[in-house]
Nanobody, 119 residues
Framework: QVQLVESGGGLVQPGGSLRLSCAVSGSIFSINAMAWYRQAPGKQRDLVAAITNGGSTNYPDSVKGRFTISRDYAKNTVYLQMDNLKPEDTAVYYC?????????????WGQGTQVTVSS
């Protein structure tokens, strides 16, 4: 059974930093693209950062220059470094990964971790 376990959320003041982690566990063959999404109350879930298996990254303009996605292939873990945080970054952050077994594959989600930016 595949699991994505997130950690690193919390309360931070505007201008502060947080680092989120998402570790994939289970009997898997490979992981393709990985990404972070966020969802604020009453809003849709939006892409925050994505990284391909080759290491190419993609960010929306709202976080470009402030957020950095990276991955540790040996640990099956993806990270999101968030700097210069703003109140509008407050949301539940979800990890997503495209995971493959020997005869299966699909898109999997973590349980979400709350990030609150407030003074």
């Amino acid at each position: 059974q595949v699991q994505l376990v997130e950690s690193g959320g919390g309360l931070v003041q505007p201008g502060g930093s947080l680092r989120l982690s998402c570790a994939v566990s289970g009997s898997i063959f490979s992981i393709n693209a990985m990404a972070w999404y966020r969802q604020a109350p009453g809003k849709q879930r939006d892409l925050v950062a994505a990284i391909t298996n080759g290491g190419s990254t993609n960010y929306p303009d709202s976080v470009k220059g402030r957020f950095t996605i990276s991955r540790d292939y040996a640990k099956n873990t993806v990270y999101l470094q968030m700097d210069n945080l703003k109140p509008e970054d407050t949301a539940v952050y979800y990890c997503n990964a495209h995971i493959f077994g020997s005869s299966w594959g699909g898109s999997y989600w973590g349980q979400g971790t709350q990030v609150t930016v407030s003074s």
